[in-house]
């Protein structure tokens, strides 16, 4: 909830809220530095192996996406996307969770593969596939009408010169499908392999160093 809908999404609904105080120039400054957030953030969650870093970037470039619709004018799609993202990004970042407690911690892509097959997360792996799917605006879904509208406006809106914005969006949108995906293959395609992660090692560490600490003192008396 915090993640996907609530903190982060403060400064969107601010600007939604006070849409008209704006100018067109200030509008122009939120549009591109919106699309540039959603490009950069977006590269950087290609370059990912960790499920929650994919998300969380993945976040920072849809949040830029709604800021590229607020300074496009499409304030109405901006907002629908907000909503829209809330929903399938808080059912990605569920399952997330329910692979990081039931493997002790692991969240690295390239150590778990083959999920869909394991007895008790094959609804994680699909529903998981529903939220990889709205996230990457598969046609007709929610987010698919909420990214169009933005991309339909910006390409459209000639006054500021948004097209070359529009493009920046567009391949955003790409990106968002393809490292969306990436995840959803190795983690739950894929042949059943997996490790578990460091939690799995905790008490065993905590209690070895205990008693090399404990000896330690003996030998020091």
């Known amino acids: 909830l915090i993640?996907?809908?609530?903190?982060?999404?403060?400064?969107?609904?601010?600007?939604?809220?006070?849409?008209?105080l704006f100018?067109?120039?200030?509008?122009?400054?939120?549009?591109s530095v919106g699309a540039v957030t959603a490009v950069m953030a977006g590269l950087i969650a290609l370059a990912q192996n960790d499920i929650k870093k994919v998300?969380?970037?993945?976040?920072?470039?849809?949040?830029?996406?709604?800021?590229?619709g607020l300074g496009?004018?499409?304030?109405?799609?901006?907002?629908f996307h907000l909503t829209t993202h809330a929903f399938f990004k808080a059912l990605l970042f569920l399952a997330s969770g329910a692979v990081m407690h039931g493997f002790a911690g692991q969240?690295?892509?390239?150590?778990?593969?083959?999920?869909?097959?394991?007895?008790?997360?094959?609804?994680?792996?699909?529903?998981?596939?529903?939220?990889?799917?709205?996230?990457?605006?598969?046609?007709?879904?929610?987010?698919?009408?909420?990214?169009?509208?933005?991309?339909?406006?910006?390409?459209?809106d000639e006054s500021h010169g948004n097209r070359i914005l529009a493009w920046l969006g567009l391949l955003t949108a790409l990106m968002t499908a393809y490292y969306t995906f990436?995840?959803?293959?190795?983690?739950?395609?894929?042949?059943?392999?997996?490790?578990?992660?460091?939690?799995?090692?905790?008490?065993?560490?905590h209690g070895h160093d205990a008693d090399h600490g404990h000896g330690h003192g003996h030998g020091q008396g």
């Open 23 to 31: 100018t067109d120039a200030s509008l122009l400054v939120v549009a």
């Open 55 to 68: 998300l969380a970037y993945s976040t920072v470039s849809q949040l830029g996406f709604m800021f590229l």
């Open 182 to 205: 990436r995840v959803w293959f190795r983690v739950c395609g894929g042949e059943t392999a997996y490790q578990p992660g460091d939690e799995a090692h905790g008490h065993d560490d």
């Open 72 to 79: 496009c004018k499409a304030w109405h799609a901006a907002l």
């Open 3 to 20: 993640h996907a809908a609530t903190m982060v999404a403060a400064g969107v609904y601010l600007v939604g809220r006070t849409f008209p």
């Open 107 to 156: 969240l690295d892509i390239r150590k778990i593969s083959g999920l869909r097959n394991v007895p008790g997360f094959k609804i994680v792996a699909w529903t998981m596939l529903i939220g990889c799917l709205w996230l990457s605006a598969l046609p007709f879904t929610a987010a698919f009408f909420s990214k169009d509208t933005i991309l339909l406006v910006a390409m459209t």
